[in-house]
Structures are given as structure tokens and as C-alpha cells.
């Protein structure tokens, strides 16, 4: 005999603000029409392209600017429909699929109880030790991004990641500290991860994987940083939990999770059979992210995994909780429709970057930027390299591609200065790091925000402290490198 369901699917699954998303979308085009513009009043250059290591490469010393083009204003205005065509289309497709699926996947796991028997599991394990459980996740997230470089991935967890914070007393900030940010400053903190640490390596001509002592400095560095920063705020909305900026937005969840009832929640055998279903599918998903890592395959194993075991899971999971036939394809879809508005976003960022490369000013940039750094002192000239890599985040948010698009300007240029190629190496992967949840660009990051109704203003004003200080360790570790001589 099926569980009967109750058929509220408004208060379910992964609901976007929309006030958030219409935000985050003026944003976006805000961005995209700066970037027009500076198409149009910045000099046109490029430099020669070469394969290295199978991937394109710039060649230093090849810049020639071309004057008589100009991106035309109507590709600018087309872009969000031009950028299909291009090679950031592949990404922006994945993780638009990627979505779609976790949406649809999320509602059955919510409508079917099964995220209230994982949350009433953990309370009932840490409830009287949730600061060990917050340390314990944040070093397992941080040790993901820091050696697998799971980052897309990370999606799936913040809805978890936040009704666990709400259960226990903290806020939906807390829980996208725990997910999002920790895996994200596990980037900050690469140990080998083969998205910056081995790709940067391989074109600086070092040895993969060396130097590591000083990149597990850092990860310890930016893990109690992070740790700190997450504990003092807990402790301060556990106290007062009208001192959230996320006060407001956050009642109707803290409704929607109360578990007043936990010991019924984890009687029910069927929805224990749908948790175990679920959990087995994200257990097999790690094997995929363990060999994405050994094979370097860049993400083309984890991420389908992800979406299709993700999916899989929830299938199940509703299957044997009692969902099934047309009731569970019928909540699976009104999942993906309730995901949808963040799809827009998605496609302005593929846009930015797509106007970004046809307008022919990256390289100009490039070009200013190597010159600039000519002749300066190697503290400054350190400095100066993370300021640049943190710039190009902003229009280019994979760590790869840029790695490909500077390595081969500033690896030599790095000798030429006093700087060695490990210090580059080790100021990349903080740069790269750093800033991949501070600016606008990142798709995974309004995405993240916008399911738990917080504005790019409110996230900003609430993550600021925590990147300034990151940014101090980094700026003393990287005077270190050039101190010690880093090699």
C-alpha cells in the first residue's frame, strides 16, 4: 500500500526567490553591458595561440594589436543566444542540466521525508556536539576542493547543508559556509588539485605535486580561518537568532524542517529504505570523483555522475518511500520547473564570457598587466600577480583555462622578476580560490544564494570579513614564498 503524500509542492523542493533572482539578473546584465563597452573603447590585440598539453596556450611576445575590428554591437546584444555556439556553451549546458535534475531529484527527496530523516539522524548523533560535526564537515568539504577540485558538484549539498544549519540552531548562511564556501576555499587551499595546482605545474615545467609542504600550511591556514569565522557567527545567531541578516527568509524554512517529532521521522522503515537508497547512490558518486582525480579527466566524469546518481538517488529514494508510478514522474518534473528561473543566470554568465572573447580586449589586458609587472621588486610583483589572477576571475571563472590563457606569460617573466615558480604556482591557486565566490560571474554561487532567498548585497555584507581575512593570509604567505626563497 503507498504512503499518501500531501500534495503542497509550493512549500517544496528547491524554491528560488524571486525577488533574488530578479536582483541577481539586473546584475548580470549590468555586467555583460560593461563588458560591451569595453569591446568597443579598448585597443583589440591577440596573441599567438599554440597547443600545449593538448590545450590552447598563449605564445609571449607574439601581442599585435588589430585596430580595424571591432565586435559589432548586435553580437553584444545577441549574446545570450550567440554564446551557444561557442566553446563556453559545453559548461554552461552541464551545469544547466545539472540543476534541472538536482531540482527534480530534491523535491522527491523532500516530499518523501527524506531529508528530515537524514537532519534527525544528525541531531540525534551531534546535537550535543554540533561544533565537532561543524568542524568534521568543513575539513571533509575543504579536503574535497583541495584535492579533487570539486566545485559544480557542490550544488547538490547546500539545500542539505542548509536544513541541517537551520535544525541546529543556525541560520541558511551557516549551512552555505559548510557546503558551498568550504569547498570552494579548499580551491584557496590546493593541495593537488588537478584543476590549478597540476595544470599550473605542468606548464611552470615543475615537478607535479612538489612543494606540497607549504600548500598543506595553507590549507591548515585557511581551515581554521574558515572554522573561526563559522563558529563566532553560529555562536552569535544561536544566541540571537534575529541577528541574521537572513532572519526574515529564513522562518518559512525553519517551518518547513522543524522536527518536532524526530523519533516518528526515523521509525518509518520506508523512508529508511529511501534514505539508504539515496545515500548509496552519493557514496557510489565519490568513486566517480576519486577517478576523475586519477585518470585527469577535468570534471567529464564527476559532473554527469553527479547529475545522474543525484537523480537516480532521488528516483529511489521516493520508489521505496511509497512515491511511485505517475505521482513520483509527476513530482520530478514539478522539481525541475521549480529550479528553472535559475537558468537565465546561468546563460548571462556563458554570455559575458562569450562577449569577452569575441571583443579581442582579454589580451589586451594581458599585454598591460605583463608589462606592468616588468622591473618590480618580486614582493610587488607577487602581489601584483594575485591581484591580476583575482581580476580575471571575474571573466573567466575556470581555473584551467586561466592557468592556459598566463602560465606561458608569467612563468617566464616570474624568473626574470625573483620569483620562483613554485611561489607562482602556490599565488595562482590562492588567487583562483579566493575569488570564486565573490563576484557575480560565478554561476554556482547566485544559484547557491538565490535557493535560500539571500541577495548578492546581503551576501557581501556578510562574507566580507571572512574574505579579508583570507586575503591577509594569503598576502603573508605569498611574502613568505619570496622571504624563504619557495622552491
Known amino acids: 500500500m503507498e504512503k499518501k503524500h500531501e500534495n503542497k509542492h509550493i512549500d517544496m523542493g528547491l524554491q528560488l526567490n524571486k525577488k533574488t533572482m530578479i536582483a541577481l539578473t539586473l546584475v548580470l546584465v549590468t555586467v555583460l553591458a560593461f563588458i560591451g563597452v569595453l569591446t568597443q573603447t579598448l585597443p583589440r590585440g591577440e596573441y599567438e595561440i599554440a597547443e600545449v598539453n593538448g590545450h590552447d596556450a598563449i605564445v609571449d611576445g607574439t601581442y599585435t594589436e588589430t585596430p580595424d575590428y571591432k565586435m559589432p554591437i ?32 530534491f523535491l522527491i527527496l523532500d516530499k518523501c521525508g527524506i531529508l528530515k530523516y537524514i537532519m534527525a539522524t544528525l541531531i540525534k548523533k551531534f546535537s550535543h556536539k554540533k561544533y565537532s560535526l561543524m568542524a568534521v564537515v568543513i575539513f571533509v568539504c575543504m579536503l574535497l576542493g583541495s584535492t579533487a577540485g570539486i566545485l559544480e558538484e557542490s550544488i547538490t549539498l547546500v539545500p542539505i547543508a542548509v536544513a541541517i544549519s537551520l535544525a541546529l540552531g543556525w541560520d541558511s548562511l551557516v549551512g552555505l559556509g559548510l557546503s558551498l564556501v568550504s569547498i570552494a576555499w579548499g580551491f584557496t587551499a590546493a593541495t593537488f588539485n588537478p584543476f590549478n595546482v597540476v595544470t599550473v605545474q605542468k606548464l611552470a615545467d615543475l615537478e607535479v605535486f612538489s612543494g606540497l609542504w607549504l600548500r598543506l600550511i595553507v590549507f591548515v591556514g585557511v581551515y581554521l580561518i574558515l572554522f573561526l569565522f563559522l563558529f563566532i557567527y553560529a555562536k552569535k545567531i544561536e544566541k540571537n537568532p534575529k541577528k541574521s541578516p537572513v532572519y526574515e527568509s529564513d522562518k518559512a524554512l525553519r517551518e518547513k524542517y522543524n522536527l518536532t517529532d524526530a523519533d516518528a521521522t526515523l521509525s518509518d522503515k520506508n523512508t529508511r529504505k529511501g534514505t539508504r537508497a539515496f545515500l548509496i547512490c552519493m557514496l557510489i558518486d565519490v568513486l566517480f570523483i576519486i577517478l576523475d582525480f586519477v585518470l585527469s579527466t577535468g570534471g567529464a566524469l564527476s559532473l554527469p555522475a553527479m547529475a545522474i546518481l543525484f537523480t537516480t538517488g532521488g528516483l529511489l529514494a521516493g520508489h521505496f518511500s511509497g512515491l511511485r508510478g505517475k505521482n513520483l514522474f509527476k513530482s520530478f518534473l514539478q522539481g525541475t520547473k521549480s529550479i528553472a528561473p535559475a537558468i537565465p543566470l546561468i546563460i548571462f554568465v556563458v554570455a559575458i564570457s562569450y562577449v569577452l572573447n569575441e571583443g579581442r580586449i582579454m589580451h589586451t589586458i594581458l599585454f598591460e598587466l605583463n608589462e606592468l609587472m616588468k622591473g618590480l621588486s618580486p614582493y610587488v610583483a607577487i602581489l601584483l600577480l594575485f591581484a591580476v589572477i583575482a581580476l580575471l576571475e571575474f571573466f573567466i571563472g575556470s581555473g584551467s583555462a586561466k592557468a592556459f590563457l598566463i602560465m606561458p606569460l608569467v612563468a617566464p617573466l616570474s624568473d626574470l622578476v625573483g620569483i620562483t615558480r613554485q611561489s607562482v604556482v602556490t599565488t595562482f591557486c590562492m588567487a583562483d580560490g579566493f575569488t570564486n565566490l565573490l563576484y557575480p560571474t560565478s554561476g554556482i554561487m547566485i544559484i547557491a544564494i538565490g535557493l535560500v532567498g539571500v541577495s548578492y548585497g546581503k551576501w557581501i555584507k556578510w562574507s566580507w570579513k571572512l574574505f579579508v581575512g583570507e586575503f591577509i593570509f594569503s598576502a603573508l604567505i605569498m611574502l613568505l614564498m619570496v622571504a624563504i626563497n619557495y622552491n
Open 74 to 105: 548586435w553580437k553584444i546584444i545577441l549574446s545570450p543566444i550567440l554564446c551557444f555556439g561557442s566553446s563556453q556553451a559545453f559548461t554552461g549546458v552541464t551545469i544547466i542540466l545539472m540543476i534541472v535534475l538536482i531540482g527534480g531529484s
